[in-house]
């Protein structure tokens, strides 16, 4: 096919040849690449930012708890808007703030002044993820070829964070830690450029522009006090009369969000999206993933470094082999899995190996050798994370109109932030508290530190297992070539909005 056409409802159409498509899809990952780095590249420079603006142990988390509050809390938000008002518009937007509030970051000579910079970050992080997604779903319609560019994109989302890791390490030891943020300057430049030449300029939804306004603020309200209830949680207390109220107050939101949305002519999340079962299996398969997967990440990047006692460049170079085969397996072989069985066996293959690289990591012991006691680890979960994230991704937006991409994008997106923000939170208190326990009984603190590891790596396989299990409800069994009337080659004018 030389040419993707589609017509939006507001009457507008767009064509992109085949070159520009794949053109403007390296320009989404480019610019996707800078949210995904910049979530994990901060970790590592941590102490080297706490010593320099004299953060506090306690509000050095706030670093990294401020962009995720404004990412999650506005995820669904963004995706909304981009329906609404324009996917390139949106684009550009999230991608203006996010590189300004990057040179603010690099820029910051206080705790408070980074902290605000961190938060605007994430705001525009929010939008530019959710319309890169939504985007590539609207731009690749034909079943082979959409199922190649999400394999693409999905290598960015599942390496990109290995290679913020070791990004952050380098400059970090090199230079100093201003430059993980810097770096996303000449990248957001260069990004807003290109878009401005590659991206269709879509219109959005043209015959309803009316924004659910109170469903946009409770959701939103809801989101963030979640999220900032779990972040504290294992600081606070998880039976605290903070957390407890506000994860009441939190919940109360959602209900009222609910209820809106129900009664609302012009709902921001359409509840009858989730009759739809790909959609709401996929959901709650990707809360398990981000479970397992935050697992994986940081817990054995902790085992690393307070175990084996690797600098932080040496974690980032222990993770290049899991980033690069879960880059190989990404781009060569899950659009080829996915064109074959369609998206379930490998959704349950993926998640399965998870399951297996982490009771892997579950084994490791307190004089662990790189080879044979982690390695082989990073490979398994490597080839996971390469399977998995294209066909879980087609899965929950592929059942969707072109004038909801954006807002199933988001749905996903939240799915997977608060997957991995409950995960993290779970993982954490039970490895604090299996290794007090074993503190209790005498071990020395290696021996008890590596034990806490192991049981939270022995729940975070359990995460994997249980989604590799609620994959097998997904219905479309199928490859995608026998699904042509759910995502069809040639977009129907009165059902498809344009290709953007």
Known sequence: MATTEATSDSGSRVSLDGRRRWLALYVLCLGDVLIVLDSTIVNVALPSIQADLGFSDASLAWVVNAYLLTFGGFLLLGGRLSDLYGRRRLFLVGLTLFTFMSLAC?????EGFLVAARALQGFGGAIVSVVALSMIMTIFTEPAERAKAMGIFSFVLSGGGTAGVLLGGVLTDLFAWNWIFLVNLPIGIAVFAFSLVLLPND????????????????????????????????????????TLGLLATAAA???????????????????????LRNISVANVVAVLLAGSMFAWFFLSALYLQLVLGYSPLEVGLAFLPATLVMG???????????????????????????????????????????????LPGMIIMGLGGGIT??????????????????LASGIVNTAFMMGGAVGLAVLVSVADSRTSSLRDAGDGPLVALTGGYHAAFLVGAAFAAVGALGALLLHAVGPPAQEQEQVPATPEPAQESAAT
């Open 328 to 374: 190989a397996g990404s781009i060569t072989l899950s659009d080829r899995l996915v064109m074959r069985f369609g998206v379930k066996p490998p959704i349950v293959v993926g998640l399965s190996l998870f399951a297996l690289g982490l009771l892997f990591f579950a084994r490791a012991p307190v004089d662990g050798n790189y080879a044979a006691d982690v």
């Open 203 to 242: 219109r959005g939804d043209a015959d309803d522009r009316r924004l659910d306004v109170a469903g946009a603020a409770t959701v939103t309200a809801s989101v963030i006090l979640g999220t900032y209830a779990i972040v504290n949680g294992n600081k606070n207390g998880w039976t605290s009369a903070e």
């Open 106 to 110: 690099g820029l910051a000579t206080t």
């Open 389 to 406: 994230f294209n066909p879980l991704l087609l899965a929950a937006m592929g059942d969707v109109a072109p004038t909801e991409a954006g």
């Open 253 to 275: 939101l959602l209900a009222v969000f609910l209820a809106i949305e129900a009664r609302s002519r012009s709902p921001l999340m359409p509840l009858g999206l989730f009759r």
